[in-house]
C-alpha cells in the first residue's frame, strides 16, 4: 500500500502545483497554499484531482463528474455555494479532511 500512497501523493503533488505563469508574462506567480484558497476554488481543483478520483471510487463507489459528485455530496447546485451555505460548507471540509486522511492510508 505504500507504492500505492506514493503514486498518489505524486499524483495530488502534480495536480497542486498549477500554471506558474501569467498568459504572456515572464514573471512567475507566488503560489497559494491550498488552505489559503476558497472552498470553491479548493473544490474546483479537487474534481480535477485523479488522486481525489481515486478516493471518490473506493470510498463512495462513484465513477464519473467529479464536479458533479462534490455538488451532490455538498447538496449545492454550484460550488459558489460553498461561500454562503454553512452546511455546504462544513460538507465539503468534512469530505476534503477525509480525502486526505485517506492519502496517508
Do not use: P
Amino acid at each position: 500500500q505504500r507504492g500505492r500512497a506514493q503514486k498518489i501523493n505524486r499524483s495530488h503533488r502534480e495536480t497542486q502545483r498549477g500554471t506558474l505563469y501569467a498568459h504572456g508574462m515572464s514573471e512567475v506567480k507566488e503560489r497559494r497554499k491550498f488552505s489559503e484558497l476558497s472552498l470553491s476554488q479548493q473544490a474546483g481543483i479537487r474534481a480535477s484531482d485523479r488522486a481525489f478520483a481515486h478516493f471518490v471510487v473506493e470510498r463512495y463507489g462513484y465513477f464519473g463528474d467529479y464536479a458533479q459528485f462534490i455538488r451532490d455530496h455538498c447538496v449545492v447546485t454550484s460550488r459558489s455555494e460553498l461561500g454562503t451555505n454553512d452546511e455546504a460548507a462544513a460538507r465539503w471540509i468534512k469530505l476534503n479532511n477525509e480525502f486526505e486522511a485517506w492519502l496517508y492510508l
